[in-house]
């Protein structure tokens, strides 16, 4: 039982005063404890005294929903609003904003309702009438008798049929059905009230451009059909398999073996470079599920294991490391590759490890360090063994006294001082190009 008191205290003043918002406050089974004077008029028939009546009570038969299981829906959502059009008497359509009101322990109090009105149709007396724009994404549902004839339907079958409710009941569903397929649509239909089972198909319609999955649910009196917008996440499927078609071509192009590792250190996805070099290697199938380590190449199930933790944290890691290859077991130099898989809230799903073939590359670094050290020790040898004696011999030509050689003599002599600084220049230009590169 909810406390009167307590309420009159927890909802604010401005709206169990207000003469524009419909104010009620019910407990967990729909029963009203407290309303405002707006609110009440919606009883104004059964007399004004609405406590402990039932929400129900004002909601229209047209209004096709579960409404102790919404009240449920709401009580589990203490921190959420949820939304609701219901259709009231004289076509008064409300918009509901249900949610939970708790006392300053934080316990439940009740369920606040709070509804501002728009008009469909004849407005009521001395109202301004207003038009509903509408939800073309909201789920149509239409009951259907055994002569194929619309006994009900919600207010989203009017927008989708584009007629009125009272120009629907009555009609047969194939006079007012909008589709050009309508008779494909039909054997449907046939099959579900024929077999008295259920019946689910997707449709595209024509003429508002949307993408509609239909339920028909065979029942003792007819059918109830229900047609369910599916356009956004026919669009979000349309998205994901242009991303999964991306993905694909990227890996099966790709230089490198690939596999896709969940935290539970199972395969859940690999390229077919990687499901070849498995079976050459191991001489098995490769399969999702399998176990990772199983099929780590060489000493590597030991480096992974060392740097897991860090991995599975969501760091990238590179490694460098020779693999012996079956069935000749040459040693083969790969770059071994982890990369992290993170979701949109960047919690790690997973990893990637790509292994790629970098034997050649290796090789020829190799040998271009090679063929450097060789070059630095010529120059070394040029720069201390060849300079030493070098300077000796530029140091002589200075102390040669020009004056006692002949004139044949003093020629050569001309000759024999610039090569030998020439020399000197060569020597000194190596040795700082090799300190450059240091």
Not at 65 to 71: E, K, R, S, T, Y
Not at 199 to 213: A, D, I, L, M, T
């Amino acid at each position: 039982m909810l406390k009167i008191q307590e309420l009159e205290y927890l909802v604010p003043d401005f709206l169990k005063n207000s003469d524009l918002l419909y104010v009620s406050v019910m407990d967990s089974e729909g029963q009203i404890f407290l309303s405002n004077n707006l609110f009440k008029q919606l009883f104004k028939p059964f007399g004004t005294d609405n406590y402990e009546k039932n929400f129900l009570e004002i909601c229209h038969k047209r209004n096709q929903w579960d409404f102790h299981d919404f009240l449920i829906q709401v009580i589990e959502k203490p921190n959420h609003k949820i939304h609701v059009d219901l259709v009231h008497a004289h076509n008064l359509l409300i918009k509901w904003e249900f949610s939970t009101l708790q006392n300053e322990e934080g316990d439940f109090a009740g369920i606040l309702a709070v509804g501002h009105k728009f008009f469909e149709g004849t407005s009521l007396k001395g109202q301004e009438s207003h038009t509903l724009k509408p939800d073309i994404t909201a789920e149509v549902k239409v009951s259907l008798d055994f002569n194929w004839e619309i006994t009900d339907a919600n207010l989203a079958a009017e927008t989708f049929f584009d007629r009125k409710f009272n120009e629907l009941i009555g009609k047969t569903i194939w006079q007012v059905y909008p589709d050009l397929n309508v008779y494909q649509h039909a054997l449907e239909f046939k099959k579900a009230r024929e077999t008295k089972s259920m019946r689910v198909f997707e449709e595209f319609n024509s003429k508002n451009g949307r993408y509609y999955k239909v339920f028909v649910y065979p029942k003792n009196l007819g059918l109830d059909l229900v047609f369910r917008d599916v356009t956004e996440i026919q669009g979000l499927s349309a998205q994901l398999l242009k991303t999964k078609l991306t993905l694909e071509a990227l890996m099966e192009h790709s230089p490198e073996e690939i596999f896709f590792v969940g935290k539970d250190l199972r395969i859940f996805g690999f390229n077919n470079r990687a499901k070849l070099w498995v079976k050459e290697q191991f001489g098995k199938t490769l399969k999702n599920g399998d176990k990772f380590l199983n099929f780590l190449p060489g000493d590597m199930d030991e480096v992974f294991l060392k740097y897991m933790e860090e991995i599975l944290a969501g760091q990238s890691l590179q490694i460098h490391k020779e693999v012996l290859q079956q069935p000749y077991g040459n040693a083969i130099w790969f770059a071994h590759n982890f990369y992290p898989l993170k979701e949109k809230d960047a919690s790690v799903r997973g990893f990637v490890y790509a292994m790629k073939d970098i034997h050649e590359d290796k090789m020829s670094n190799d040998k271009l360090k090679k063929q450097n050290k060789i070059m630095r020790e010529v120059i070394h040898t040029q720069s201390s063994t060849l300079r030493s004696p070098l300077s000796s011999i530029l140091g002589l030509l200075e102390l040669i006294d020009k004056n006692q050689l002949d004139k044949e003599n003093k020629k050569y002599f001309s000759l024999l001082k610039p090569l030998a600084q020439e020399l000197d220049k060569v020597i000194r230009n190596n040795s700082k190009q090799v300190s450059d590169l240091d």
